[in-house]
């Protein structure tokens, strides 16, 4: 099985960087116009898009994709690629050096491997979590291919928890840790990833957003809560995915679920199901 391990990742590895090299000519340069959600979308977000479905069908001609900019519906295959094209779109008209391209892996509905690449920052996060699928091979969470671990540490004053842009309801009540913003929501939970926050809350994402930090996080040894309680994996074949909002809490282990999330659940209240992302 690792084989095939071998070959996805260096198919990600490949395909991110020959994507991320015509992006970064565009990045802080292009102009984004909002989508019937109310989200961003550029021209670059769109060639990205093309260019990544095209490499994925050349590659693996007998895997689904699922997409932000084109394809909404889940297939009827297998192996299926959830891909955010760029994650970031705001930072990346503003010339803000954090956004990523995200590519998960799912088997049978679940995703089993991930990987985010940040092109500012030359960072590759990648992880594998096999659940209970039946597959075997590779383990672990990586950044640039060193092993990360989530944080051990107990919440305090001087520890790290990531907010998005519409978590801004937690400032109504007293939180334990400094909170940041960073506008990516795979930037976000990769960092609880990594043990560099404690956690990180994103009140509407879609599925392409935390397919591959779900394993990553997962594979560091957090966990990932969804805070609707409504199952999220497998996903179903046939259904649009295109408007589903999915809070979420990334968490960098299971003890502290209690402590965090009485305080983040406050996002989801009034949130509109498919409003926009960052």
Same mark, same amino acid.
């Given at each position: 099985?690792?084989?095939?391990?071998?070959?996805?990742?260096?198919?990600?590895?490949?395909?991110?960087?020959?994507?991320?090299?015509?992006?970064? $000519?565009?990045?802080?340069?292009?102009?984004?116009?909002?989508?019937?959600?109310?989200?961003?979308?550029?021209?670059?977000?769109?060639?990205?898009?093309?260019?990544?479905?095209?490499?994925?069908?050349?590659?693996?001609?007998?895997?689904?994709?699922? %997409?932000?900019?084109?394809?909404?519906?889940?297939?009827?295959?297998?192996?299926?690629?959830?891909?955010?094209?760029?994650?970031?779109?705001?930072?990346? %008209?503003?010339?803000?050096?954090?956004?990523?391209? &995200?590519?998960?892996?799912?088997?049978?509905?679940?995703? +089993?491997?991930?990987?985010?690449?940040?092109?500012?920052?030359?960072?590759?996060?990648?992880?594998?979590?096999?659940?209970?699928?039946?597959?075997?091979?590779?383990?672990? $969470?990586?950044?640039?291919?060193?092993?990360?671990?989530?944080?051990?540490?107990?919440?305090?004053?001087?520890?790290?928890?990531?907010?998005?842009?519409?978590?801004? $309801?937690?400032?109504?009540?007293?939180?334990?840790?400094? #909170?940041?913003?960073?506008?990516?929501?795979?930037?976000?939970?990769?960092?609880?990833?990594?043990? #560099?926050?404690?956690?990180?809350?994103?009140?509407?994402?879609?599925?392409?957003?935390?397919?591959?930090?779900?394993?990553?996080?997962?594979?560091?040894?957090?966990?990932?809560?969804?805070?609707?309680?409504?199952?999220?994996?497998?996903?179903? +074949?046939?259904?649009?995915?295109?408007?589903? &909002?999915?809070?979420?809490?990334?968490?960098?282990? $299971?003890?502290?679920?209690?402590?965090?999330?009485?305080? +983040?659940?406050?996002?989801?209240?009034?949130?509109?199901?498919?409003?926009?992302?960052?």
């Amino acid at each position: 099985m690792n084989e095939f391990w071998d070959r996805v990742l260096d198919f990600c590895v490949d395909t991110t960087k020959t994507v991320s090299d015509r992006l970064n $000519a565009n990045f802080g340069h292009i102009q984004a116009n909002i989508k019937e959600d109310g989200s961003l979308v550029t021209k670059a977000d769109q060639w990205s898009d093309q260019e990544i479905r095209k490499a994925i069908a050349a590659t693996f001609p007998d895997h689904g994709i699922l %997409t932000e900019e084109t394809v909404h519906i889940f297939p009827d295959n297998d192996w299926c690629w959830v891909v955010d094209p760029i994650d970031g779109t705001t930072n990346f %008209t503003r010339g803000v050096p954090i956004w990523a391209i &995200s590519l998960g892996l799912l088997y049978r509905g679940t995703p +089993v491997f991930g990987f985010v690449y940040v092109p500012p920052l030359k960072q590759a996060f990648h992880g594998y979590w096999y659940g209970h699928s039946g597959l075997t091979g590779y383990t672990g $969470a990586y950044l640039n291919n060193q092993p990360i671990f989530t944080s051990k540490d107990d919440p305090s004053p001087g520890h790290l928890f990531n907010l998005c842009a519409r978590s801004k $309801a937690i400032f109504n009540q007293p939180f334990p840790c400094k #909170v940041r913003m960073i506008g990516v929501a795979s930037y976000n939970l990769l960092l609880v990833a990594a043990g #560099v926050a404690i956690g990180g809350v994103e009140a509407t994402p879609k599925i392409w957003d935390i397919a591959a930090v779900w394993v990553i996080i997962k594979a560091a040894g957090g966990e990932f809560v969804f805070l609707d309680d409504h199952p999220v994996f497998p996903l179903q +074949v046939g259904q649009d995915y295109g408007k589903n &909002s999915i809070p979420s809490l990334g968490i960098c282990r $299971a003890e502290l679920i209690p402590v965090f999330r009485p305080l +983040v659940e406050c996002v989801t209240i009034d949130t509109p199901h498919g409003f926009a992302k960052s």
